[in-house]
């Protein structure tokens, strides 16, 4: 059921007590990107804790693919159908991120007012794919610094925080050896970049015309994926992290010194179940969904308006282009963030 904001958006006018309706991109059953529709659909329900974002910018993640073709590592279908829905989708609004300006919050809300530019990762509640986005005010949510656009802010958050998350489960610093497999793509064009950083040596796996990509984002070496084996390199690394799913650990190990870290940024069931006996193979293994925070989100930011770290954007789609968004994602090729432009201006 809708509801009327708390507090509205004294910005705009046109906006007060927000509306009830809104354009989303929903799909109510699983298929290829000619399942995603706009809609008008009610505005969600504002909660006391809650802030209404109006959406500026999203992103067409892999999540959202593989929500909306129900195409899961093997055997996590099962695991996951409580969650995302068994023969339907339970959540019809697909994103995990959004970007935006504060547009009205719930009376419990401290730290965030309307006016204020926010970007947000929603998480399993999905729904950043509509002009108005419920965000929990304690869940994964900052404000923008003035360095970024919004754009640029929301294209940081799904590869960002996985990589963030992720990395510090390894002990990277200068001088270790890390090598990441499908560099080129949202999560892997951050996790080059945030290992680079931290002073360690980075060797990107990625097909050939990525390779300037990555090597400008602070990669030393570059693997051609099509031409060459990954797991004969020649020398072994500390830390292989996996955005592809091609290197479980029977294969990660012949690239990884004893007793390096396996980071499974994706991992079918089996290779989940065996994470904790990764050990007898002299491989750290590390996967699952981990946690991730707000304050892990400003630091992302900072990095950003820092210079640090840079979003990497493919392509940016309208709104009203949302299925030829799926439809670029589907590709699997996509370089870094495929950005979904759900209003036109950009809030100052
Ligand atoms: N565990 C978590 O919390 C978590 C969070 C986010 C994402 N994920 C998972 O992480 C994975 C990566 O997500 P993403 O957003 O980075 O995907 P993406 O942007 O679609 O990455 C695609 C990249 O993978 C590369 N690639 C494809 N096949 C490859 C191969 N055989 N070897 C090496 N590279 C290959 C492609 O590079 P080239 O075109 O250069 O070959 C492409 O740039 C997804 O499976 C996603 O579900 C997990």
């Given amino acids: 059921m809708p509801t009327t904001p708390h507090r509205s958006d004294p910005t705009n006018p046109t906006a007060s007590g927000v509306g009830h309706r809104m354009r989303a991109a929903v799909y109510e059953r699983y298929g290829g990107p000619e399942v995603v529709r706009l809609a008008d659909v009610p505005v969600p329900a504002l909660g006391p804790g809650d802030l209404l974002v109006r959406a500026y910018a999203s992103d067409v993640s892999v999540a959202d693919h593989r929500l909306r073709a129900r195409d899961l590592p093997r055997g996590m279908g099962a695991l996951a159908g409580p969650v995302v829905g068994f023969r339907h989708p339970r959540r019809q609004v697909l994103g995990m991120e959004v970007a935006g300006v504060v547009a009205a919050t719930g009376p419990r809300v401290t730290g965030f007012r309307p006016g204020d530019r926010v970007v947000a990762a929603t998480g399993s509640g999905f729904g950043g794919h509509a002009e108005l986005v419920r965000v929990p005010a304690s869940g994964v949510v900052a404000h923008v610094p003035d360095a970024l656009r919004l754009d640029q802010a929301v294209a940081l958050v799904f590869g960002g925080l996985t990589a ?5 489960r390894a002990d990277v610093r200068p001088g270790v050896e890390v090598l990441v497999n499908g560099a080129s793509g949202a999560v892997g064009t951050m996790v080059v970049q945030l290992a680079a950083a931290s002073g360690a040596r980075v060797t990107a796996v990625c097909s050939a015309p990525n390779a300037d990509l990555v090597r400008s984002l602070g990669a030393t070496d570059v693997v051609d994926h099509l031409t ?37 940024v994706v991992a079918d069931l089996a290779g989940t179940v065996g994470t904790p006996f990764a050990r007898l193979r002299g491989v750290r293994a590390v996967t699952g969904d981990l946690p991730t925070s707000a304050a892990d989100l400003d630091e992302l930011l900072r990095l950003a308006a820092e210079g640090a770290v840079r979003p990497v954007v ?35």
């Fill in 228 to 264: 060459q084996d990954v797991t004969a390199l020649g020398r072994r690394v500390d830390v292989v992290v996996d955005c592809v799913g091609t290197l479980p650990v029977a294969r990660a190990r012949r690239v990884l010194r004893r007793g390096g870290t396996l980071l499974l």
């Fill in 164 to 168: 963030h998350k992720f990395l510090r």
């Fill in 314 to 348: 493919d392509r940016t789609y309208a709104f009203e282009d949302v299925v030829e968004a799926h439809r670029y994602v589907d590709t699997g090729r996509k370089r870094g963030t495929v950005v979904l432009r759900i209003r036109a201006e950009e809030q100052s």
